[in-house]
């Protein structure tokens, strides 16, 4: 087949899922803000390098999207990788152009046309006279009842301004609360809160358990309604919703019952407790922590021993990395356990020492520095970061003039300066195959957690330099303070026992 032939194919094969997207969506209705944001960040992915997208995205995957159009169009399989990569390279940009065009669709939604007849009565409430013999009679139409309470779109906005107004809520969690309401509002209907009863809240929880998880990223379920996305998820086998997303789900909305309860003069039932799914709902059971051969494939990569170029920078090369966050940020879950926000948003000014002994102050400062709980710490630096610079990296940011540690990083959308990072970091370790289902940058910190373990650490330090709330009768007496000494004596025996990073040059 020649290239002509292909793209003709091509263009055929997307051109009727973008149809049958488009269908859905007018049914629907306008993207969210959020959804916006998630498919500019999936245009962002298909615009990079043909080799570089489908290696981020995995073999597996890449070798599906393939095996389907080839499936569906009668296009022969590929005979040699060249071939593979030219075919899902026209995919790519056919995916592309229907995500984008998908964006343009939504535009419709911002006007009304009038240049052609609707295909239906506007007015769909209006019922037709029936005839008694040659008389007409008129149906009388009873008034709307007026709703007992607010419908639930109003009730939301009021509890998203109470909760801005007082700073309850962060940019990340008002999305969040935003996400599943408006997927509620768009299965079960806007309608008065009083309305809604128990078989209600039951199937937006069975709904959450077929959805597809990223469903408005992925090709197959975007522009697509909830229940049409879970139907794709079982036509590709697509991963779904964890357990715990599902149920924090369930548990913003039932928030915001509870919080009508305490508004309205009527009792409000919970209609969605109790429902949540049972789940060993532990970081463990979430988060793997690395495995030894994961660590020495991520360190022994070009990222920390040189790569081709900052945008190559899975490829091996003369490139050196050691003054971005891209090389420091794994290092330092690495040695410290902290989360990846606490260190993207570090100034130079928490890089302090106290009796000789450097360490990381981790606490709040400015508007945009959070803490989990807002529990403050200091964490020793371990040697093995000095050794390799952190503390001459650190003078050179300050030296440029530089408030943060990482400038680079920027807050997101969601008010975190970890948003790209996250991201990054992700997608490196896919590309190199060190991802599995279970691990990303937070698995530092269980590898940390171990480390401590088996270092021979006392738990409560352990808790204390991971900023854990002490358990039981610890945390309930003393003021939880540990002098630096001791702290530091603690840190000097983590190891990671069967990983050398001697090979790693460090800041210079």
């Known amino acids: 087949m020649n290239h002509g032939e292909l793209?003709?194919?091509?263009?055929?094969?997307?051109?009727?899922?973008?149809?049958?997207?488009?269908?859905?969506?007018?049914?629907?209705?306008?993207?969210?803000?959020?959804?916006?944001?998630?498919?500019?960040?999936?245009?962002?992915?298909?615009e990079t390098n043909n080799e570089d997208f489908w290696n981020l995205l995995g073999r597996d995957y890449a070798?599906?999207?393939?095996?389907?159009?080839?499936?569906?169009t009668g296009v022969k399989q590929p005979k040699t990788r060249e071939d593979a990569f030219l075919i899902l390279g026209e995919i790519k940009k056919a995916q592309l152009a229907q995500i984008k065009a998908l964006l343009e669709h939504d535009k419709t939604f911002e006007t009304y046309d009038f240049s052609t007849l609707p295909s239906a009565?506007?007015?769909?409430?209006?019922?037709?006279?029936?005839?008694?013999?040659?008389?007409?009679?008129?149906?009388?139409?009873?008034?709307?009842?007026?709703?007992?309470?607010?419908?639930?779109?109003?009730?939301?906005?009021?509890?998203?301004?109470?909760?801005?107004?007082?700073?309850?809520?962060?940019a990340k969690l008002v999305n969040d609360y935003q996400t599943w309401t408006d997927l509620f509002i768009e299965l079960q209907g806007d309608r008065p809160v009083l309305d809604y009863n128990k078989p209600d809240a039951r199937d937006f929880k069975n709904v959450l358990l077929?959805?597809?998880?990223?469903?408005?990223?992925?090709?197959?379920?975007?522009?697509?309604?909830?229940?049409?996305a879970i139907q794709a998820a079982k036509d590709h086998e697509l991963p779904t919703l964890s357990v715990s997303t599902v149920n924090k789900a369930l548990g913003r909305l039932q928030g915001i019952w509870k919080w009508a309860d305490k508004q309205l003069d009527e009792e409000v039932a919970d209609i969605f407790g109790p429902m949540k799914v049972d789940d060993n709902n532990k970081a463990r059971n979430q988060h793997d922590p690395f495995s030894k051969e994961q660590l020495q494939t991520i360190?022994?990569?070009?990222?920390?021993?040189?790569?081709?170029s900052r945008r190559f920078r899975t490829m091996p090369g003369d490139t050196d990395l050691s003054d971005t966050s891209w090389f420091w940020l794994p290092l330092l879950g690495l040695w410290t356990g902290a989360r990846l926000n606490e260190l993207c948003q570090l100034s130079v000014e928490d890089i302090d020492q106290e009796e000789g002994i450097p360490l990381i102050r981790v606490q709040e400062g400015d508007e945009d520095q959070r803490v989990k709980f807002g529990k403050s710490r200091i964490v020793p630096i371990h040697p093995e970061l000095v050794r390799l610079g952190f503390l001459q990296f650190v003078q050179a940011q300050r030296d440029a003039g530089a408030?943060?540690?990482?400038?680079?990083l920027k807050v997101g959308a969601m008010g975190y300066h970890s948003e790209q990072a996250s991201k990054d970091f992700s997608r490196y370790i896919k590309s190199i195959g060190a991802k599995t289902r279970k691990t990303?940058?937070?698995?530092?910190?269980?590898?940390?957690?171990?480390?401590?373990?088996?270092?021979?650490?006392?738990?409560?330090?352990?808790?204390?330099?991971?900023?854990?709330?002490?358990p039981g009768m610890a945390g309930r007496y003393g003021d939880g303070n540990v002098p630096v000494q001791v702290l530091f004596e603690a840190m000097c025996k983590v190891k990671h026992k069967d990983l050398s990073l001697h090979h790693i040059k460090g800041y210079p």
């Open 121 to 170: 009565p506007v007015n769909v409430t209006e019922r037709p006279e029936t005839t008694s013999g040659n008389r007409a009679t008129k149906v009388e139409r009873k008034p709307p009842e007026v709703p007992s309470s607010p419908l639930l779109s109003d009730l939301f906005a009021e509890r998203k301004a109470e909760a801005e107004q007082t700073g309850q809520w962060s």
């Open 299 to 308: 360190f022994k990569s070009p990222l920390f021993t040189g790569c081709k």
């Open 440 to 470: 990303s940058f937070h698995s530092f910190r269980h590898t940390f957690k171990d480390a401590c373990r088996h270092s021979g650490m006392q738990p409560d330090i352990n808790d204390i330099l991971l900023g854990h709330t002490l």
């Open 7 to 46: 793209r003709t194919k091509v263009r055929e094969h997307f051109k009727a899922i973008l149809e049958k997207a488009k269908a859905s969506r007018d049914e629907i209705g306008p993207y969210t803000e959020l959804e916006k944001e998630r498919i500019v960040d999936t245009i962002r992915l298909h």
């Open 210 to 228: 077929e959805l597809p998880s990223n469903r408005n990223k992925l090709p197959q379920t975007i522009g697509l309604s909830p229940r049409d």
């Open 63 to 72: 070798r599906s999207e393939l095996d389907k159009f080839c499936s569906c």
């Open 403 to 408: 408030t943060r540690v990482f400038p680079e």
